[in-house]
T-cell receptor, first 115, second 116 residues
Framework: ETGVTQTPRHLVMGMTNKKSLKCEQH?????MYWYKQSAKKPLELMFV???????ENNSVPSRFSPECPNSSHLFLHLHTLQPEDSALYLC??????????????FGQGTRLTVV | AQKVTQAQTEISVVEKEDVTLDCVYE???????LFWYKQPPSGELVFLIR??????QNEISGRYSWNFQKSTSSFNFTITASQVVDSAVYFC?????????????FGTGTRLQVFP
């Protein structure tokens, strides 16, 4: 149990579907992140929320839409995805300190397959 | 540019062998942090170690040890007497201080397979 829980663990969706990924953390952290992990590529940071405010968006296509209703929950809303969006989506949280002196805690990820 | 390179894509060893995973980084920052994470088949990344740029002392934790050398921008990870349970993908990461918060820049990972 890492303290960061992601649901669902696996998701298969068609290109016209709309679905949402959910992340929940009970660690009292105030920063949350979405990462995308594709085969043979580095983990790509998608979004960063600090104190429920989006502070970074790394040129992610608009078919991915994040939502952070409170410091414990983070969502990633998906619509009209492409097959190349198939990947493992990892959520992480950290205590947003200075100097990067705290590690991030990761969930187990959602394995997304777009058909 | 901030970058982390893990040149070894896959390593296979037999149990009880020692194995070193390489990590080379690039950064403009004078203050930064380096991390190693382990990703077992279950998917989550498990934090192993954090090292700040001012502390070049090597660290040992059980069978794990880390060698940080600023002169070569390397932060290598050695597992002594490897075990089957060490089989996983290992990621090296570098902190990147952003405007409002910090984020991690990851390498592509090294898949370690330990055979009995």
């Amino acid at each position: 149990e890492t303290g960061v829980t992601q649901t669902p663990r696996h998701l298969v969706m068609g290109m016209t579907n709309k679905k949402s990924l959910k992340c929940e953390q009970h660690l009292g952290h105030n920063a949350m992140y979405w990462y995308k992990q594709s085969a043979k590529k580095p983990l790509e940071l998608m979004f960063v929320y600090s104190l429920e405010e989006r502070v970074e968006n790394n040129s992610v296509p608009s078919r991915f839409s994040p939502e952070c209703p409170n410091s414990s929950h983070l969502f990633l809303h998906l619509h009209t995805l492409q097959p190349e969006d198939s990947a493992l989506y990892l959520c992480a949280s950290s205590q947003d300190g200075t100097g990067s002196d705290t590690e991030a805690f990761f969930g187990q990820g959602t394995r997304l397959t777009v058909v | 540019a901030q970058k982390v390179t893990q040149a070894q894509t896959e390593i296979s060893v037999v149990e009880k062998e020692d194995v070193t995973l390489d990590c080379v980084y690039e950064t403009r920052d004078t203050t930064y942090y380096l991390f190693w994470y382990k990703q077992p088949p279950s998917g989550e990344l498990v934090f192993l170690i954090r090292r700040n740029s001012f502390d070049e002392q090597n660290e040992i934790s059980g069978r794990y040890s880390w060698n940080f050398q600023k002169s070569t921008s390397s932060f290598n990870f050695t597992i002594t007497a490897s075990q089957v349970v060490d089989s996983a993908v290992y990621f090296c990461a570098l902190s990147d201080s952003g405007y409002n918060t910090d984020k991690l820049i990851f390498g592509t990972g090294t898949r370690l397979q330990v055979f009995p």
